[in-house]
């Protein structure tokens, strides 16, 4: 039974830190792509990072502008997501989300999500 | 951002049936990238629902189906129940962003 649990959300002030983390059980982290996926309150899903197996990071640009690094301990089989100049935009439910299938290719999806945890950015 | 675009909201009376479009491009589901779908109940972390040539995970019921034709997709639910009423969001990835894009979610009434 896959299971992914995050952590590490709660009120900050803009232009704070928070690092999010991700423990994975059920699965071996490095074996698979990673993403991390957003949801601002009353909105709809944001992709915000992805990490392939071979550590290969992609960002969604546009609402990471170069803040957030996504990465993983693989002894505690665990991704996280350091995000750095935090603002009001980045307040949002955080979700941890395996990939499976290849970027792009026919098949490609995300097959397990955690439950989330919340950011809220607020002065 | 979205550059999938899906109707805000549909909505049907139990048992009958309806369609959630997923509009894109030749750089996403026209370029043949895999397309999927997720649901989201309220409360919850969304749920893979099918994705491919309508492959779905255990315990998701045949009445959801997936077609694509082109640049869009669609997802049709058939004998609509009430534990349906959701969120719903396509997903495809998009080669000139390089990145993963969601549609902008369509809400499913059950009447």
């Known amino acids: 039974q896959v299971q992914l649990v995050e952590s590490g959300g709660g009120v900050v002030q803009p232009g704070e830190s928070l690092r999010l983390a991700c423990v994975a059980s059920g699965l071996t982290l490095s074996s698979y792509g990673m993403h991390w996926v957003r949801q601002a309150p009353g909105k709809g899903l944001e992709w915000v990072a992805f990490l392939e197996t071979n550590l290969r990071s992609e960002y969604n640009v546009d609402c990471v502008k170069g803040r957030f690094t996504i990465s993983r301990d693989n002894s505690k089989n665990t991704l996280y997501l350091q995000m750095n100049r935090l603002t009001a935009d980045d307040t949002a439910v955080y979700f941890c989300?395996?990939?499976?299938?290849?970027?792009?290719?026919?098949?490609?999806?995300?097959?397990?999500w955690g439950r989330g945890t919340l950011v809220t950015v607020s002065s | 951002q979205s550059v999938l675009t899906q109707p805000p909201s549909v909505s049907g009376a139990p048992g009958q049936s309806v369609t959630i479009s997923c509009a894109g491009s030749s750089s996403n589901i026209g370029a043949g990238h895999g397309v999927s779908w997720y649901q989201d109940l309220t409360g919850t972390a969304p749920k893979l629902l099918i994705y491919d040539h309508n492959s779905r995970p255990s315990g998701v019921p045949g009445r959801f189906s997936v077609s694509k034709s082109g640049t869009s997709a669609s997802l049709a639910i058939t004998g609509l129940q009430a534990e349906d009423e959701a969120h719903y969001y396509c997903l495809s990835y998009d080669s000139s962003l390089s990145i993963w894009i969601f549609g902008g979610g369509t809400k499913l009434t059950v009447l």
């Open positions: 989300v395996r990939n499976r299938g290849d970027p792009g290719v026919p098949g490609n999806h995300f097959d397990s």
